[in-house]
């Protein structure tokens, strides 16, 4: 016989999340909506500290900060953004490839040589050389 266990998966689901990262991540949408109608995240912080939020403000911001940055795009988040044509993907594929058999010291070459500066090489003689040293030879 098999035991059903989706009740008990149901209510811990259902439950407040027992890290404060799970509790942000799962308040982000309204702290979003709050930070659209002009709330600062202070702001927001000293509310939910009011209701029982036990969390200091840099721990806070990072937690909302780190919650933003790893969430996927939401329909909200992606308003104005087009999809990029696939004729566009497929370029960016081909410069990687071409990029991958590139001579990664090419520019530094293509700089040595185009160089424009004084330089010594060549010279046998030092006898002005004095001069960059204080008169002294």
């Not at 840099?58 to 104005?80: C, D, I, L, N, Q």
Request: aromatic content about 8%.
């Amino acid at each position: 016989m098999q035991k059903d266990y989706r009740p008990c998966l149901e209510k811990l689901a259902g439950a407040p999340p027992k890290r404060k990262a799970a509790l942000i991540r799962s308040l982000l949408p309204g702290i979003e909506a709050a930070l659209h109608s002009g709330q600062s995240l202070k702001d927001i912080w000293e509310a939910l500290g009011n209701e029982g939020l036990q969390m200091t403000y840099h721990v806070f911001h990072m937690t909302v900060w780190r919650a933003r940055k790893t969430r996927e795009p939401t329909e909200t988040s992606a308003r104005g953004k087009e999809d990029k044509p696939s004729e566009s993907r497929g370029l960016q594929e081909a410069k990687v490839e071409t990029v991958e058999g590139r001579d990664p010291f090419a520019n530094l070459r293509r700089l040595e040589e185009d160089r424009a500066w004084f330089s010594l090489a060549g010279y046998t003689k030092f006898e002005n050389v004095g001069a960059w040293n204080g008169g002294h030879e």
